[in-house]
């Protein structure tokens, strides 16, 4: 009796032992069956990553398909339409940065892993000329079949047969800038004691023949991006410091780390180092985008501050350097109100006229060459009628060279170009010289507080990263 009370003991412990087991492999089953990394959750996964790889594979084959058509390119515009077949794109400004999400599946997938390495083609100079809103989404590059370039964002192509000898852009409201290609950044930029300093150049030579010459960097000569140290008449002179703080508006707050105590040496200070950071910025733009653009014409004013950068407008004279400098700031308009984000404006630099002319030297026309050191027919001289609108034809010949008007004559042209301690630099010549005396290379010094009828000034712009 005993023994078999035992027995049934033992078999009712082992049957409760062995429901316990079951249970554990149904959980540890069930785990990885339905699991975050279980069999049917992977199958999932794998399918998704299936079906994932199959619309990447397709939309390959489709770009592969079109650069086969156009013999190995496509464009952005065509990598757009085809991507769009399958979703939408997110709007970042560079395409490859976007991000496509499917319509069915509503997959997200970056379109650099969709292209790899590739980097759309460039659309044709042409096409930007004749496509409406054509860099209405974002900075765009284009090609002349030689050259490429970049139109900015909310800029339209309105002229040019090739880069090489000049294409022009305008903002929402008229305003005109010609693009300046600078095909290697150590033609404008040089390192000085471990600082990013402007490439300066002086020019000789006649007709075919003109040749350029790097000035050597000084600390008191010829130099940018730099301050005016002088008290008598440099930044440094109460005036300037009046000018600083009122016009230009430097901040009055001293910068951390700074030993400045004085308000007018933290006006100083921080006026140093506004110019080395536009300056940076704008050396940082052309080495990535290799160029920047010259305003067409020289700036006019349309009152309140305003320029303009249009044709057949009066030059804006009898204004100091800081107020232009200033005004320079505002320049690209969407409409009458909206600024246009893409690109900066400031008041021409001095490596930046420099690399114009530069530009002009590598022109196949040795008219044009010959220009740089002779403007005689290029611009308004007091042999030829003197001053005059901006942008107005002489005789048969316009007044342009690579699409730019009055670099030569008409007013000379403030710059960010200091020398010596008290003076900014001034160049392309005015309507009381000739084109042989001030031709487009012409500098000349100026204190920032002259205001006179022969001085005026040009804009560029540079585009932002």
Known sequence: MNKTKLEKGIT?????????????????????????????????????????????????????????ENKGKITEKELKEILEEEGTLSDEKNILDRTLTTEKENYKIKVSEICNNLSPSPATLEEAKTTKDFAKDGNKQITDGKDTMWVPQDFTVVEGESIETGVVIEDGVGNQFVWVPVPNINEMFTDYEGKNVGKLYTFSGEGANV??????????????????????????????IDQLKNIVKVSTTPKEGSSAKEENDIIIENWEDELKDNFNKMRESVEKYKGFYIGRYETSDLGGGHLKVQKEQVASTHTQWYTMYKNSENIAYKNETEKITSVTSSM?????????????????????????????????????????????????????????????????????????TYY??????????????????????????????????????????
């Not at 001034?426 to 920032?448: K, M």
């Open 12 to 68: 009712l412990i082992a049957l409760v032992i062995t429901i316990i087991v079951l249970l554990i492999l149904a959980g540890i089953s069930i785990s990885m069956l339905t699991g975050e990394n279980g069999i049917l959750n992977r199958a999932v996964i794998a399918r998704e990553k299936t079906r994932r790889g199959e619309i990447i594979e397709n939309l390959r084959l489709k770009i592969y398909e079109k650069q086969s």
């Open 211 to 240: 040749t350029s010459k790097e000035i050597p960097y000084e600390t008191e000569g010829y130099r940018e991006p730099d301050i005016l140290t002088s008290t008598s008449d440099g930044d440094k002179r109460t005036g300037g």
């Open 348 to 420: 021409i630099w001095g490596c930046q006229w420099d690399a114009t002319l530069n530009w002009f030297l590598r022109s196949e026309d040795e008219k044009i060459k010959g220009y740089v050191t002779d403007s005689t027919g290029k611009g308004w001289y007091k042999g030829n009628g003197g001053k005059k609108y901006t942008g107005t034809p002489i005789g048969n010949d316009e007044n342009q060279v690579n699409k730019i008007w009055d670099m030569a004559g008409n007013v000379e042209e403030f710059t960010l170009e200091a020398n010596d």
């Open 424 to 465: 900014r630099v001034v160049r392309g010549g005015d309507f009381y010289g000739s084109g042989s005396s001030r031709p487009v290379n012409y500098r000349e010094n100026a204190y920032t507080y002259s205001s006179n009828d022969y001085i005026g000034s040009r804009s560029a712009l540079y585009i932002n990263k």
